[in-house]
C-alpha cells in the first residue's frame, strides 16, 4: 500500500488524543460508522422517492447480481435477516419488482426472481449509489479513495463480512 494510507503509522490498540482530548472520537471505527451513518441517511432519502426501502434496495441489487434463487441465500447473500428480507419481498413483489414462487424440487424453499422493471430500476439504484459516494467521499484524492476501498475490502475479507469465510489473522 502506498500513499496517504501507508503513511499513516501501523494500527495501535492505544486511543490516540486528538487535541489533546482522549475518547471515541480518536477510534477509526468511530470515523467510520459516522460516514456510514450519514451514507445510510442519504440512501434512505434516495429510497423514499423512489418508493421503496434500503432493505428492498438491497434485496434488488443483490437478486440482479443473483439472478434467480432462493429466499433463504438471498438473505444470507444480502446480509438480511429472514423476516426483513420477507417483507422487503413482498413490497417488492406488490411494486412489480420481483416474483416469488414455491421451488419445484424442495417445496420447503422460495424460489426468487427480479421482473424487468426490476432490473429497469437496478441502474437507477446504483448511479444513486455512485451519486452518494461521490458526495461522501469527493474530497479525498482518488489514490486515497482507491487506497481506503483496498483497506476496507481486507477488513471486510479478514472478517468474512464480505461473504468469504473468515481469515485467520496471525
Same mark, same amino acid.
Given at each position: 500500500?502506498?500513499?496517504?494510507? !501507508?503513511?499513516?503509522?501501523?494500527?495501535? @490498540?492505544?486511543?490516540?488524543?486528538?487535541?489533546?482530548? %482522549?475518547?471515541?472520537?480518536?477510534? #477509526?471505527?468511530?470515523?467510520?460508522?459516522?460516514?456510514?451513518?450519514?451514507?445510510?441517511?442519504?440512501?434512505?432519502?434516495?429510497?423514499?422517492?423512489?418508493?421503496?426501502?434500503?432493505?428492498?434496495?438491497?434485496?434488488?441489487?443483490?437478486?440482479?447480481?443473483?439472478?434467480?434463487?432462493?429466499?433463504?441465500?438471498?438473505?444470507?447473500?444480502?446480509?438480511?435477516?429472514? %423476516?426483513?428480507?420477507?417483507?422487503? #419481498?413482498?413490497?417488492?413483489?406488490?411494486?412489480?419488482?420481483?416474483?416469488?414462487?414455491? *421451488?419445484? *424440487? *424442495?417445496? $420447503?424453499?422460495?424460489?426468487?426472481?427480479?421482473?424487468?422493471?426490476?432490473?429497469?430500476?437496478?441502474?437507477?439504484?446504483?448511479? =444513486?449509489?455512485?451519486?452518494? *459516494?461521490?458526495?461522501?467521499?469527493?474530497?479525498? @484524492?482518488?489514490?486515497?479513495?482507491?487506497?481506503?476501498?483496498?483497506?476496507? $475490502?481486507?477488513?471486510?475479507? =479478514?472478517?468474512?463480512?464480505?461473504?468469504? !469465510?473468515? $481469515?485467520? =489473522?496471525?
Amino acid at each position: 500500500m502506498s500513499g496517504a494510507l !501507508a503513511a499513516a503509522p501501523p494500527f495501535s @490498540a492505544e486511543v490516540v488524543p486528538l487535541h489533546g482530548q %482522549p475518547g471515541p472520537d480518536s477510534l #477509526l471505527g468511530h470515523w467510520l460508522a459516522l460516514v456510514s451513518k450519514n451514507r445510510q441517511l442519504q440512501l434512505e432519502r434516495a429510497a423514499r422517492k423512489l418508493r421503496i426501502t434500503v432493505t428492498e434496495w438491497v434485496a434488488l441489487r443483490q437478486l440482479q447480481r443473483a439472478g434467480r434463487t432462493t429466499q433463504c441465500r438471498l438473505a444470507t447473500d444480502a446480509g438480511l435477516t429472514a %423476516p426483513s428480507l420477507s417483507r422487503a #419481498l413482498a413490497s417488492l413483489e406488490d411494486l412489480g419488482y420481483v416474483s416469488r414462487s414455491a *421451488d419445484i *424440487d *424442495d417445496m $420447503r424453499f422460495v424460489r426468487v426472481e427480479i421482473t424487468e422493471a426490476g432490473r429497469a430500476l437496478v441502474p437507477q439504484l446504483l448511479e =444513486t449509489e455512485r451519486k452518494v *459516494d461521490r458526495e461522501l467521499f469527493g474530497c479525498l @484524492a482518488q489514490a486515497a479513495r482507491e487506497e481506503l476501498t483496498v483497506a476496507l $475490502r481486507s477488513v471486510a475479507a =479478514t472478517h468474512g463480512y464480505d461473504g468469504s !469465510a473468515p $481469515r485467520r =489473522t496471525r
